[in-house]
């Protein structure tokens, strides 16, 4: 069974920035293609970004060039590196593992809530 912990959620003011990280349990996290997502007030959720194992990133439109997806394997541990929050980036944001490399996130952490006022 694979756990997905996020933290680093919280409230700032538009403009400012956050970082997310998602601690994941398993032997084998460097295998995981890793993405985030996230699902904002009366939104469906969607695609924010993407890493695949060997380190190649995916970004959305919406949040290229501000937001940046990395990962630590030593540390079991995705990031989501947000700047130039704006109050439209306000959502859940949930971390997602493909562990097994079926091409579909098949674990999923708990989320935590980003919030940006104007």
């Known amino acids: 069974q694979v756990q997905l912990v996020e933290s680093g959620g919280g409230m700032v003011q538009a403009g400012g920035s956050l970082r997310l990280s998602c601690a994941v349990s398993g032997r084998t996290f460097s295998r995981y293609r890793m993405a985030w997502f996230r699902q904002g007030p009366g939104k469906e959720r969607e695609l924010v970004a993407q890493?695949?194992?060997?380190?190649?990133?995916y970004s959305s439109e919406s949040v290229k060039g501000r937001f940046t997806i990395s990962r630590d394997n030593a540390k079991n541990t995705v990031y989501l590196q947000m700047n130039s929050l704006k109050p439209e980036d306000t959502a859940v944001y949930y971390c997602?593992?493909?562990?097994?490399?079926?091409?579909?996130?098949?674990?999923w952490g708990q989320g935590t809530q980003v919030t940006v006022s104007s």
């Open positions: 890493i695949s194992r060997g380190g190649s990133t």
């Open positions: 997602a593992a493909d562990a097994s490399g079926l091409n579909h996130y098949d674990y």
